[in-house]
């Protein structure tokens, strides 16, 4: 089986057209479908359904896509264990990241990477929504999340707690909440699809309904309206660390709960191959991570207990 039409059916998968694939690897779209056309008579097996308007996978394409992924996996470990020798790390390392983490933390650790590797390549999808890592042929996916090791294949890489926030000027026209029950008293700022704010009380989840007059689709737009003075966030403390630290935003304590505790975690298509740049990407993000988190703030609990009029 010739790995590179392997590669093609990887290609096609993530950019979910023939004319994208061929873009994308320098080629004619009629090449392309004359290559898959070969790679299907190999398997004996049909890998997309194919109109003039849609393309999607079979069942066998399907069932046959973790196999591709694998298979280009050990190509790459195998290439990589041969040609690298002291070299550094070489490659194209694909990453997806959510938008303030990625432009945060990412960014600045891939810099590092390639300063160090000239070989290495990186191509970085910041989004907030969850993509199909081994669909869209990706090495690692960067999230955060409240998960178990046994969720997913993936490993924690940094604590990344939320935590309540308000700006100083917020906090001294209208006080902050004690308790979890003053929330219903403040204009609360919501991020799409987080109705409910999650905590913890005696050990067990406990999730608080909010409302307010603002919401929105990204953490960016949430925080920049916690800073004009809207109301009170949630968010996580990667996102909001250095407006904390600058005095944009302080942080609130409730008397009897605490926001839920989440990490940051690296999330793989496989568990069988994990290659050299991957582990280095990880290793790197730990390190940048700890050596910032050296140097967090203390959480803030001034500016009265006041209730919005």
Partial sequence: MDLADVALFRAITSVGSLS????QMDTTPMLVSRRLAGLEAELGARLFHRTTRSLSLTPEGEAF??????LLDARDSALEAVSSGGSGLSGVLKI?????IGHAVVVPVVAEL???NPALRVDLT???GVIDIATAGLDVAVRVAEMKPSDMIATRVADNPFILIASPGYVARFGQPITTDDLVS???????AMDHWPFTRGGEMHRVRISGPFSASTVDAVRAACIAGVGIAMLTYWDVHEQVARGELQRIVLADAKPLEVGIWAVFPTRSHMPARVRALIDALRDWLLADADERPSPSTSGGNRRPA
Avoid: Q
Wanted: charged letters at 10%; glycine letters at 0%; hydrophobic letters at 45%.
């Fill in 126 to 128: 910041l989004s907030d």
């Fill in 20 to 23: 994208a694939a061929a873009r």
């Fill in 65 to 70: 896509l973790p196999h591709a992924v694998t």
């Fill in 114 to 116: 390639i300063a160090h």
């Fill in 96 to 100: 997806t990241a959510p938008n303030v």
């Fill in 186 to 192: 403040h204009p609360c700022i919501k991020l799409h």
